[in-house]
């Protein structure tokens, strides 16, 4: 049994997307989360950039001595994922993107068409184009950049006629000339649109690594025997952010429902 909480980190509050999951299926788990909410977004910054933070921010949840690292950020893991594994090569990282991707090969026949979308950085990489075809090569695959998903979403403008157009904007050509009828969310900011988007196209099959890649975190946790079993019940769930703004802390409250779990707030300067 391990009772040091699991490192969660993301460009901004998107990975937050994981939380409710990992609760769901671990409650025991407790978590030490870190948004880089003042350079958000990734996605649209270079890999040398990208990188540069994700190592500062690894470093951080590695001196908090965390028990594993979840990147839950799409642009992380497809553009420095061996980098921080080769940095911290004591602990077990994770990335969003392959777990997600294992999924959809797993459960796709021949005759689907995946779409996936995501930030420029994640879609400029085809990581999940890459990693599908490497379970089934004959996989139909297609890729969409949505910039513009980020920064309404970090802004709070979610449910709202701008969302979406912004939604009809990106995916109703998309969906229509590529005939996709598997879409996978390929940016953790994503699932909080996921309810417009099923709306508005409502025979998608829809993929959320957010969600998928708990399975992932169960796994590792089950061969490590690192289980928390409950015991240290006074440790807080933290969540750290560059810069600790509104919509941040009340994704959070909404996470954890208004329920008396000790959770702590504080902005980190990185």
Avoid: W
Avoid at 12 to 34: A, D
Avoid at 72 to 96: F, K, M, Q
Avoid at 97 to 111: F, H, K, Q
Wanted: charged share 25%.
């Amino acid at each position: 049994m391990d009772n040091r909480p699991i490192g969660f980190f993301d460009s901004g509050l998107g990975g937050l997307t994981s939380i409710p999951y990992l609760r769901k299926h671990l409650p025991n788990e407790k978590v030490i989360y870190f948004g880089d909410t003042a350079r958000t977004p990734y996605g649209s910054k270079s890999p040398k950039t990208i990188t540069n933070f994700a190592c500062q921010i690894s470093d951080f949840l590695v001196e908090q001595d965390v028990k594993m690292i979840v990147i839950a950020c799409n642009t992380i893991s497809a553009t420095c994922l061996d980098v921080l594994r080769e940095r911290h090569p004591h602990i077990p990282i994770v990335g969003i993107i392959e777990p997600a991707a294992t999924r959809t090969a797993r459960i796709c026949a021949l005759d689907n068409v995946v779409g996936v979308i995501g930030t420029k950085a994640t879609i400029r990489s085809h990581a999940y184009e890459s990693l599908i075809h490497a379970h089934d090569a004959e996989i139909e695959v297609h890729e969409l950049a949505c910039p513009a998903f980020v920064p309404l979403i970090e802004e709070g403008i979610i449910n709202s006629d701008i969302m979406d157009l912004t939604i009809h904007h990106y995916l109703d050509d998309f969906i229509l000339e590529n005939r996709v009828d598997t879409l996978i969310l390929g940016c953790t900011h994503y699932p909080l649109v996921e309810s417009h988007i099923r709306r508005m196209h409502p025979n998608l099959r829809i993929i959320n690594p957010s969600e998928v890649v708990v399975d992932t975190v169960e796994e590792i946790l089950k061969d490590r025997n690192a289980f928390a079993d409950g015991s240290a019940a006074e440790i807080e769930n933290c969540f750290y952010a560059s810069d600790l703004s509104d919509n941040f802390v009340a994704m959070i409250d909404r996470i954890f429902e208004g329920q008396a779990e000790k959770v702590a707030f504080k902005n980190l300067d990185v």
